[in-house]
């Protein structure tokens, strides 16, 4: 068989990074094997929308099998990569299998840290994939049917509080996402609570919310979530959380120097606000003595390799990496989807020059901006242009959010669903998929824990 | 307050029996209470849909809350019944609670049986809920990844056996899917298996498929099945189920007398074949004496009140129901949603009547006939019509029996989604919904067992 010569390249992960080396290989005579947990590749930016009940999964996930259905080099299997044995040029599987390789890019991905609180998990789900989005789903629409029940006032307020730790942009969209349900689409449908009585609560670390973005674009933002009606609480530290809500260290009240500590009841609360590599990270470190960030990153060569294993690229959230341009200093890249799709691009370009023989290319970022939306009509934009930066926010930015999300959303279908669910719900303030499977005793998912 | 003194009307049950009722004494002076256990009325004739990856959840699931927006006499409460106590007129809650009523309408309908062999129920998941319906989707697809994984062809092949254990309508619409799953949607995505290479074998224990339609449409539609690939085995019952697979006796082959056993190696077998009355029917019979059937249900009166307990309705698959017209023995009711939503009706009827002091009616029902889909373009149909039955099957019975179900959705959107995501999937013979949240190692659902 003349295909069982060619180069293996073994991909690990399925998201925006992995997705692209692989597409980037399609015409290339390699034979690819593309590993993934699960059997879908999820257009993450709009996850907060299947945890807030506009959008059903499929809607935003597509299998992953089914995008490489014509691209006949390549092979995908749904595992678990448990080892990387990267002197062997192996891989070990959770099942106990294993699968060999001669060039690897490992785009793992990354997901929640608790900043060691692993307790905190069960009290306050993160937001990286369909599960998480479907306990999020589950906690929010189930604290608005328990306050219908609960007698007591004071009770039914801790019901009706819920907190989003995080004022990065998942964060900010939950947020906002949370008071538009609690001050429109459930409006009318209670009879013993008001939906519009739900206090929201946006607690964030830092000075500002986004701040990724220009102060200008945080201010807009924070404007536009206070009149949505989100308490946003900055340079708010949570130091304790359990099933009752919400141990807080933050500023002082005017005119009092320091900081105080008080206490948030709350049942529902969201955990958007930190990430930590995949652990396939550190069991690269530990197999290849590669450095890693505190955020278990793994510091990559300029070319997206691991320092001594040329044939080991890691890519997308799981890489630290940096931008080169000539006469300019190294930057950071962030942890952004164009980020993770440049990378595997340019990983699978080296793949092919070092099959080739020949040098590979140092990483080199292109920043087309940074964009978030709040609400309806609500969003800010930071694209950079030729021409210098380019800043709006409202009405127009939240259009261009719109096309800009669904435009790169993977597969056709998926695009047309999501416009016209979102049609429906800008004109009407529904939200379509305000259905929870499990029962209130019998939970549908098995806890992150 | 006035709305105090008004009769309070308590409704067990957001499925179609219970909705109806409600929809019913949307204009009634009565305050009416709607509890069920879940956040959404399932349109469980297309539920089949969601487990074979067809439709995602929310196209067939409504939030009850939405439903009842704007009927002011109606609160929904999302609670579980524990227990009906008949003669002090309150049923308690599994949170502890209790509500009182003065007139009650039990809609509970009916989940599966596995008739006495609950060990079955982890290795056959039935198909009643969404959970239900998530749970097969998963084994379903998962089936084929783990083929695709696997290097022993024999025990691969397990893999691609997948087994429908009774041909009612809803094993018959799963087994056709199954078959066109494997024969269509997946072809060419896969590089070690063929898809085609998957067996689906449907089993059932009576003479024929579809024992509720007339013989003639019961062959048309064995032959349809045949026509897409079903191995179907009749007169044949199911003895054991295993991780393995079945242990079935069925006819022995041609030209031998008597029945044979055997097993059949199967890693995907779906319960199609028994339902049983939710466990309130026992508790209504050990509260009030009423008699129930073999399969739980309430043997009602023929204004579907408990015998004794003029206050207390039970209707849907949860009562066994008898319809009454003069001069004609009463008929047996199936366990149809036209049936539930006749019922629903005159439950309402009967409770003003009742509060007017006026008789109530007997149950009378219009039977409009009976239709099952096989698959693309396949689907038999049985209307009663005033001329006589008319009977139909194929291309032009698939389409009726799709614009009936799209027509019978509840709520506009939900009926254009489906009816998008249906032309798309005719014309491709694609599913848009193939998405499991879960890993291979970590499930999403928690199992019904």
Request: aromatic share 8%; hydrophobic share 45%.
């Amino acid at each position: 068989m003349q295909t069982a010569q060619r180069p293996r390249v073994l991909i690990i992960g399925g998201g925006f990074g992995g997705l692209e080396t692989a597409k980037a290989l399609a015409k290339a005579p390699v034979d690819i094997t593309l590993v993934d947990k699960t059997n879908h590749h999820l257009f993450q930016p709009l996850l907060y929308q299947v945890a807030t009940a506009g959008l059903a999964a499929p809607a935003i996930a597509a299998p992953t099998r089914s995008l490489f259905r014509h691209q006949a080099n390549l092979t995908t299997l749904l595992a678990e990569v448990t080892n990387i044995d990267a002197a062997g040029k192996q891989v070990h599987l959770s099942d106990g299998s294993t699968l060999v390789f001669d060039h690897l890019v490992v785009a793992a991905g990354a997901t929640h840290s608790y900043f060691g609180h692993d307790d905190w998990a069960t009290h306050a789900p993160g937001l990286k994939t369909l599960e998480d989005a479907f306990e999020i789903r589950r906690r929010l629409l189930f604290a608005f049917e328990s306050a219908e029940k609960e007698p007591d006032p004071e009770k039914r307020q801790d019901w009706l509080t819920l907190c989003v730790i995080g004022a990065g942009p998942t964060g900010v969209e939950m947020a906002g996402a949370f008071a538009e349900i609690a001050r429109q689409t459930l409006v009318g449908e209670f009879r013993r609570i008001n939906p519009h009585d739900a206090r929201i609560l946006l607690i964030e670390g830092g000075p500002r919310v986004l701040q990724a973005m220009p102060e200008t674009l945080s201010a807009k933002a924070l404007s536009q979530l206070q009149n949505l009606g989100v308490e946003v609480r900055l340079n708010a530290i949570v130091t304790a959380i359990d099933a009752q809500g919400l141990k807080v260290r933050g500023p002082a009240p005017a005119g009092v120097l320091g900081s105080v500590d008080y206490t948030i009841a709350s049942k529902c609360v969201v955990w958007a606000a930190g990430v930590a590599a995949s652990p396939l990270g550190a069991n690269l470190a530990k197999n290849t003595g590669c450095q890693i960030d505190r955020a278990g990153r793994v510091v990559v060569s300029p070319d997206l390799s691991v320092p001594g294993y040329p044939h080991i690229n890691v890519i997308g959230d799981l890489a630290a990496a940096f931008s080169h341009r000539p006469g300019k200093q190294p930057t950071a890249v962030p942890g952004v989807s164009p980020g993770a799709k440049q990378m595997g691009h340019l990983a699978a370009a080296n793949v092919l020059k070092r099959i080739a023989g020949k040098a590979t290319h140092a990483f080199r970022y292109a920043d087309y901006g940074n964009l978030a939306t709040i609400g309806h009509n609500s969003a800010v934009v930071d694209l950079s242009t030729p021409l210098g930066p380019l800043r709006f926010s409202n009405r127009l930015a939240w259009w261009f959010w719109l096309l800009a999300h669904v435009y790169f959303l993977i597969g056709f279908r998926n695009r047309l669903v999501v416009l016209m669910d979102w049609a429906m719900a800008y004109a009407s303030f529904s939200r379509n998929a305000r259905v929870v499977a499990g029962t209130l005793e019998k939970p549908e998912h098995v806890g992150e824990s």
